[in-house]
T-cell receptor
Framework: DQQVKQNSPSLSVQEGRISILNCDYT??????FLWYKKYPAEGPTFLIS?????DKNEDGRFTVFLNKSAKHLSLHIVPSQPGDSAVYFC????????????FGPGTRLSVLP | EAGVTQSPTHLIKTRGQQATLRCSPI?????VYWYQQALGLGLQFLLW???????NRGNFPPRFSGRQFPNYSSELNVNALELEDSALYLC?????????????FGPGTRLTVT
């Protein structure tokens, strides 16, 4: 039973356009969410986080949106660059379990020049 | 500042043997986490150590165990290896619990069981 889902295994976007990566969760107790990026042969790298008290958090080209009622979050990358090509994981945790994050299966983003 | 380091990079074992994987966290981080990423799957949470104590473990059999040393480095031991244990094992570290912090990952140890 997957608590964090990323239903698109892969996504291709043209350079300069917007990339939208989606993540859905089932556990209503999740209240803190993160996005990670992973290149081949490297560990995941933290990108951006959002707490459930917010519905948007922005950091440069990266914006995360949280829709609690829909149990959905999305990561927007604008403008997309070829260096953004990687696997993106969303992760969630609930306050009772502190740092115990549940990861989604990941979405492979390809930004085409 | 040095990141999370893991050793060895690659490990090849035969079925039934034991594997030991090592992780050194970022300086100042007291929490260490272990994840398994099998081929084609996401990160599966294995173990979480903080201040030398096991805080939580994922849905893995008891032959997956570990410990955290006084210097906050950590070991993951996998006993009685099975073929399906072949995976990338990632270690991550973060500041102490109490609030939520992002975790910083090492490059992983690729374990192959033949």
């Amino acid at each position: 039973d997957q608590q964090v889902k990323q239903n698109s295994p892969s996504l291709s976007v043209q350079e300069g356009r917007i990339s939208i990566l989606n993540c859905d969760y089932t556990n209503s107790m999740f209240d803190y969410f993160l996005w990670y990026k992973k290149y081949p042969a490297e560990g995941p790298t933290f990108l951006i986080s959002i707490s459930s008290i917010k519905d948007k958090n922005e950091d440069g080209r990266f914006t995360v949106f949280l829709n609690k009622s829909a149990k959905h979050l999305s990561l927007h990358i604008v403008p997309s660059q070829p260096g953004d090509s990687a696997v993106y994981f969303c992760a969630a945790s609930e306050i009772n379990y502190g740092q115990n994050f549940v990861f989604g299966p990941g979405t492979r983003l390809s930004v085409l020049p | 500042e040095a990141g999370v380091t893991q050793s060895p990079t690659h490990l090849i074992k035969t079925r039934g043997q034991q594997a030991t994987l090592r992780c050194s966290p970022i300086s100042g981080h007291t929490s260490v986490y272990w994840y398994q990423q099998a081929l084609g799957l996401g990160l599966q949470f294995l173990l979480w150590y903080d201040e030398g104590e096991e805080r939580n473990r994922g849905n893995f059999p008891p032959r997956f165990s570990g410990r955290q040393f006084p210097n906050y480095s950590s070991e993951l031991n996998v006993n009685a290896l099975e073929l399906e244990d072949s995976a990338l094992y990632l270690c991550a570290s973060s500041f102490t619990t109490g609030t939520r912090y992002e975790q910083y990952f090492g490059p992983g140890t690729r374990l192959t069981v033949t």
